[in-house]
């Protein structure tokens, strides 16, 4: 009933800069938190960062510093604005919204379909 769409990953060199955007679209009455995650294969989901409606933020240890979470609520679109990148950054970073769906209420906790990101060092 939530779909999470996905954009703005690619190839970047070392030390460059992407921006990362992922819209939510449905049944959605409300949105508690959106974010993003990340993970390489054979390895766990990793948190990136999370951006709550009351504005609060969390960062993975490893992205501190160099990655910024934004969000236009009246678009239901969340923003990851990556500096700085390294060789270690490179993953799939899927998006995540969790919060309320219209109509019935119903708690909902949806993923996007991931996109590559890629820093050649």
């Known amino acids: 009933q939530v779909q999470l769409v996905e954009s703005g990953g690619g190839l970047v060199q070392a030390g460059g800069s992407l921006r990362l955007y992922c819209t939510a679209s449905?049944?959605?009455?409300?949105?508690?938190?959106m974010g993003w995650y990340r993970q390489a294969p054979e390895k766990q989901r990793e948190l990136v960062a999370v951006?709550?409606?009351?504005?609060?933020?969390s960062y993975g240890d490893s992205v501190k510093g160099r990655f910024t979470i934004s969000r236009d609520n009246a678009k239901n679109t969340v923003f990851l604005q990556m500096n700085s990148l390294k060789s270690e950054d490179t993953d799939v970073y899927y998006c995540?919204?969790?919060?309320?769906?219209?109509?019935?209420?119903?708690?909902?906790?949806?993923w996007g379909q991931g996109t590559q990101v890629t820093v050649s060092s």
């Open positions: 995540n919204a969790e919060g309320v769906v219209a109509g019935t209420l119903a708690h909902f906790n949806s």
């Open positions: 951006l709550t409606s009351g504005g609060s933020t």
């Open positions: 449905g049944s959605i009455f409300s949105i508690n938190a």
